[in-house]
């Protein structure tokens, strides 16, 4: 898509929101969650997969290069300074045969070609090493959008009192939007970071964070995100 179409698009959208923001507030929508006392970073599928070119779930690469990368470096910065929880999270299966009586992707291969990010291949689902975990953060793998269905998430979240997460990666109409909606339904304040969160296809990021920030978390910038968690030190 060309850039002048890109740009018209998001005008477009602007336009769609700023009539749909007098509405949710007409409404009693767009109320703030706010951040809590002991924050924890989830990112979601910022794998190579998806933040490398060359694959089917490569994402926006402009944005991942120029925003995202830059946004999680920062963000990550400020929660080792704190000694805050990190938690990577990734996306590959072990069963890729589709043809195969049982696998561990169900049924989603009939939506989406979940067969090309193979466990097998390692480098698929390895964070990106711009913003590879260090010691003492943890790799959780996932089968499904969210990074709370069916996995352990919730559990280590609260044994380590956390109240808030701070959720980045991609992407922002599936597994980023479905993480968070589980977030705020498992008791978690949910933070969108906006700069942080990235799709493959033109609008989507401006349409899902926009309506996220309407019903399930509070989209806050990056800047704003890392004064909170330099806050806590006290």
């Known amino acids: 898509m060309q ?13 769609a929101f700023d009539a749909a923001t007098a509405l949710y507030q007409q409404r009693g929508f767009q109320r703030r969650v706010g951040f809590g006392k002991r924050p924890a970073l989830v990112s979601v599928d910022l794998a190579n997969a998806w933040t490398r070119p060359g694959n089917p779930f490569t994402c926006d690469q402009e944005k991942m290069d120029n925003e995202i990368i830059p946004a999680m470096q ?17 996306t590959a299966y072990e069963i890729t045969d589709r043809k195969a009586p049982f696998t561990d992707m169900g049924l989603w291969h009939d939506k989406i070609p979940v067969d090309v990010v193979d466990l097998k291949d390692k ?5 990106d090493s711009r913003i590879a975990p260090v010691e003492g953060e ?3 793998l996932k089968k499904r959008a969210s990074a709370f269905h069916g ?5 280590i979240l609260r044994a380590a009192n956390v109240d808030t997460i701070l959720v980045t990666g991609v992407t922002a109409c599936a597994c980023v939007r479905q993480t968070i909606c589980d977030g705020i339904a498992d008791g978690f304040r949910t933070i969108a970071v906006k700069e942080a969160i990235g ?19 509070d989209v ?6 890392v004064t909170y968690l330099n806050s806590l030190k006290a």
């Open 199 to 217: 799709d493959r296809v033109p609008g989507a990021v401006a349409w899902n964070l926009f309506d996220i920030d309407a019903k399930f978390g």
């Open 3 to 15: 850039d002048f179409d890109v740009k018209e698009l998001d005008r477009l959208l602007q336009q």
């Open 74 to 90: 920062k963000l990550l910065a400020a929660f080792r300074a704190n000694g805050l929880p990190v938690i990577h999270v990734t």
């Open 151 to 155: 996995t352990e998430l919730a559990g």
């Open 138 to 140: 943890y790799t959780l």
């Open 220 to 225: 806050v910038g990056v800047d704003d995100c």
């Open 123 to 127: 480098d698929l689902c390895a964070i």
